[in-house]
């Protein structure tokens, strides 16, 4: 197998396992050229891609531009705050606006599920999600993979947990189809009106008590708990949330296990994850940004060459 | 037509006997030189060579690389499939350094230019020389020529040259084919 089967990347739920195996391998190599003295190969210095950010990010824009750059791609960058949205513009609009201007590739972040989906139904153009509401945020799900197979060697017969806010997590949507592709079990923790009321038809399990969870586990990916997403009041406090499913030194040493602990950032320290964890050894939150630019590029090399 | 056989077994091992000897002429004892050898099919060389040198010279310390030129190539939007990388394994500086490059077959050229400029990213070396097994001289599509040849051949475009090395193929042979193999 040496090309993807899919033209685009929605969500992992579309990808194969063979997929997912090619895009691990190709980041290897990728992963060797940023330990150059010049990161840099000149592979798609042909292509140009749109960044649309119609909702905020930090980490993975930059993670995006930085592998398109060390890809030798010209790239543009367009936010929705102080552009033609704003004046009522349509979503197909403003893409095919951009495409008419001869972009090869658009990546796309949309506080909308669905919203690549929709993109890729009406344009030419290679989708990459960055994003896309409460759905799914596929290359965040590849970098955890491929963090945990660095750390690990292997995802096959891993036990691995996602603990917070489920129903909310594109994080979730898009590590939940990738492990169990890959063979790992998955267990979802936290508050029952944060777990989606169909999570165990996809084949992973629920256990609400933190403490067993744990003890259950190979690696914990701990969300954020979003704010944002939030119109209804979900959780009674913050307080009452990290008492009850917050990851602290103390609750880790009480569980004899070594456990690796992920978080895909921005963390909230103190509600979900303490410093004392998530700076610790365990924490593999920095591997995952580091390895977060590999993936993007190995993503963005194969959909770019795929033609 | 009929397979020729253009080095047998025998004839490789002289071959590559007078390449290191012809190497360790120039280089002398290797203190500032480095091998780098082309993947995928220049490392097997690259491999014979590296040992070769070893066991003469009595010595451990010859820098001995690997590196893959995928991402370097002009061709590859133009094949149906992204091709895939193989892994790149240089684990010193090549700033200052006398470099070998090593590969197998030198045909159109192509290879060998995106191997120079895959090179410079891991610093500004002294010089560059190009080490092959064989020199299919008739079809160069660069100015490009090599400094160490194992042998030069005069072939037509539908002819192939196949390298065997016993690692992998079974025995080591480099012989000459019609079509595609």
């Keep these: ?307 | 037509m009929q397979p020729r056989v253009i080095l047998d077994s025998k004839k490789l091992n002289i071959t590559l006997t007078r390449l290191c000897h012809q190497l360790i002429e120039q280089h002398k004892d290797f203190s500032e030189s480095a091998i780098i050898g082309v993947q995928p099919r220049g490392v097997f060389l690259a491999d014979r060579i590296y040992k070769k040198l070893a066991q003469i010279l009595n010595t451990k310390n010859i820098l001995y690389g690997k590196l893959d030129i995928t991402f370097y190539r002009d061709d590859f939007r133009l094949k149906s499939k992204p091709m895939i990388a193989d892994k790149t394994d240089i684990t010193f500086s090549l700033e200052g350094k006398n470099i070998i490059l090593i590969d197998d077959v030198l045909y159109t050229g192509r290879t060998i230019r995106s191997a120079l400029d895959a090179i410079l990213d891991f610093g500004r070396p002294a010089d560059v020389e190009l080490l092959v097994l064989i020199d299919r001289r008739l079809h160069r599509h660069l100015p490009i020529q090599a400094k160490y040849v194992g042998q030069t051949i005069d072939s037509i475009t539908s002819e192939k040259v196949k390298v065997d090395w016993k690692e992998t193929d079974g025995a080591d042979k480099v012989w000459m084919t019609e079509g595609k193999d």
Aim: with cysteine; charged share 25%.
């Design chain 1, 1 to 307: 197998m040496s090309a993807l089967s899919q033209k685009h990347l929605l969500g992992l739920k579309h990808l194969l396992k063979s997929d997912i195996d090619l895009i691990f391998k190709t980041a290897d190599n990728f992963k060797e050229v940023l330990q150059r003295p010049i990161k840099k190969v000149p592979s798609l210095r042909d292509i140009t891609i749109a960044n649309l950010f119609f909702e905020d990010s930090t980490r993975t824009r930059i993670s995006f531009e930085l592998a398109e750059k060390r890809l030798s791609a010209d790239t543009i960058n367009f936010s929705s705050s102080g552009s033609a949205i704003k004046k009522g513009e349509t979503l197909l609009d403003t893409v095919r606006n951009i495409l008419a201007m001869k972009v090869d590739m658009i990546v796309m972040r949309h506080s909308s599920s669905g919203a690549a989906d929709f993109l890729s139904q009406n344009i030419e153009a290679s989708i990459i999600n960055a994003g896309d509401g409460t759905h799914e945020h596929p290359t965040q799900g590849l970098l955890d993979g491929y963090s945990v197979r660095e750390k690990l060697g292997e995802l096959k017969g891993l036990n691995f947990l996602i603990i917070g806010d489920i129903k909310h997590s594109r994080v979730a949507g898009s590590d939940i189809p990738l492990m169990l592709k890959m063979g790992a079990k998955v267990k979802v923790c936290g508050p029952p009106t944060l777990i989606p009321k169909y999570i165990e038809e996809l084949g992973v399990s629920y256990e609400p008590n933190l403490k067993k969870a744990l003890e259950w586990c190979n690696v914990a990916n701990v969300l954020r708990i979003q704010l944002e997403r939030m119109d209804i009041k979900f959780i009674p406090s913050l307080r009452e949330y990290s008492l009850f499913y917050g990851i602290n030194r103390e609750l880790l040493n009480s569980v004899k296990k070594n456990i690796t602990i992920m978080h895909p950032g921005p963390v909230n320290r103190g509600v979900e994850l303490n410093s004392n964890v998530a700076d610790s050894k365990q924490s593999i939150i920095l591997q995952q940004v580091e390895n977060g630019v590999a993936i993007r590029m190995a993503v963005l090399y194969l959909l770019a060459n795929r033609n």
